[in-house]
């Protein structure tokens, strides 16, 4: 049984000295850094967000680190960013006997990070689109989503009661998550009721 642990204490070793070289005030450098008012949040696209990049990319190398690939330490991955309102966009429905249009910015706002184009499907309503499985709980349970339009709330739920207390971490409750999740369950498009 020894013989099994002595090269875990081994290693562990190296591990526990390298963590005890960085000082805290560096660490905390780095954060106020990051964080500082001069990188504006480092929204996505923005030039903040590449300096951001190059500063931890400089100090990986400083620290004698290499790079995954050999090449780099970046990895670029595609992102839709800036979207906005072209004069064709529109946004119609039917119901039974009636075809109804909305106004854009005044009954509907597209995200964002939406992509261009044109879809036309069947609608699925999917509670508040959350899939928490650590919580065991799923909007999406028993619902057949692939290639349609998913209708979900904003928010998330919360049930009180003899059972006891959902509440999501926030992160499922957040548009974006909401709107990958829908993808993952297979939806081509989200519409979100606001209140």
């Given at each position: ?6 090269p875990s ?7 526990a000295l ?6 805290p005030?560096s660490?905390?450098?780095h954060?106020?850094y990051?964080?500082s008012p ?11 967000l ?12 400083s620290f ?14 595609p992102?839709t ?10 946004f ?5 006997g ?8 005044q009954?509907f706002?597209?995200f ?7 879809f036309s ?19 999406y349970?028993g ?5 349609k ?6 928010h ?6 003899k059972s ?11 548009l974006v ?9 297979g ?6 009721i606001?209140d």
């Open positions: 049984m020894n013989r099994h642990l002595r204490v081994f290693f562990l070793i190296p591990l390298a963590a005890a070289e960085i000082s005030q660490y905390l450098g954060v106020r990051l964080a001069e990188l504006k949040g480092r929204a996505t696209g923005s030039p903040e590449e300096q951001a990049a190059s500063y931890i990319q400089s100090q990986f190398k004698g680190l290499k790079p995954l690939d050999g090449k780099d330490f970046q990895q670029p991955f992102v960013i800036n979207a906005h309102l072209g004069p064709d966009n529109r119609s429905y039917r119901e039974p009636e075809y109804r249009t909305l106004e854009a910015q009954d706002v597209p964002s990070f939406s992509s261009s184009g044109k499907n069947a609608v699925v309503f999917a509670g508040f689109g959350i899939t928490a499985n650590e919580l065991h709980y799923d909007d349970a619902l057949d989503v692939k290639d339009i998913v209708l979900i709330l904003r998330e739920p919360r049930e009180s009661g006891g207390v959902f509440e999501p971490h926030p992160t499922h409750a957040a998550d909401k709107a990958v999740n829908a993808k993952m369950h939806a081509k498009g989200v519409i979100m606001n």
